[in-house]
């Protein structure tokens, strides 16, 4: 293992973890994994707990599901079979569903993001709250759409996605730092 590429979650994510999976056509559990911790730590033991429940064969070894999970991902002939693997028989959310694919094809797909949303403005933070496949599908690709539009700038998808965080980064802290400094005027008011 080089630690220096670990250290850098997104990197091994994108540099190792991809090419991984590009040459075996599947993912061991360590490097999936990443993925849900990169995404959102917090899930990590759901995540896992849901595909231990989910496997049809009953197994305990989650080197095994993942494997099957995502040579079945290489299998799927369509970005859309691929999302549909995971959001029905997986039952993925779109923001985490949307992280996988975005690794192992970074170019056909975006991370479903709140901070992304925000930025977009619009109905897209509803989009994952679609009942039926097709109207999540639908509304996926739309988000994908308003992603490449706001940022014409920028040519490879993943790198749009990262300046619509930053930019939501830089509202939020600016906007933390105002409020702060509103408090510490206030206290000093009330002081004197």
């Not at 509803?126 to 109207?135: L, Q, T």
């Not at 999540?136 to 988000?143: F, I, T, V």
């Amino acid at each position: 293992m080089d630690y220096l590429k670990l250290y850098d979650l997104e990197k091994y994510l994108f540099d190792v973890v991809r090419s991984n999976f590009e040459r075996d056509r599947k993912l061991n559990a360590f490097d999936f994994f990443c993925i849900i911790i990169w995404k959102a730590n917090r899930a990590k033991s759901i995540i896992a707990k849901k595909l231990l429940e989910r496997d049809g064969n009953r197994r305990k070894d989650l080197d095994a599901i993942v494997g099957d999970m995502t040579k079945s991902l290489a299998d799927a002939d369509t970005e859309k079979e691929k999302m549909r693997i995971l959001i029905e028989k997986w039952e993925f959310r779109l923001p985490m569903a949307s992280a996988i694919l975005s690794v192992l094809w970074p170019d056909k797909f975006t991370v479903f993001d709140v901070r992304a949303c925000e930025q977009l403005g619009g109905d897209y933070k509803s989009i994952p709250d679609k009942a039926h496949f097709e109207d999540l599908w639908n509304g996926y690709n739309r988000y994908i759409e308003a992603v490449k539009n706001t940022v014409p700038e920028v040519a490879i998808l993943r790198d749009k996605d990262r300046v619509l965080w930053a930019k939501s980064f830089e509202k939020q802290l600016n906007k933390d730092i105002a409020m702060l400094f509103q408090k510490e005027e206030l206290a000093h008011k009330d002081e004197g």
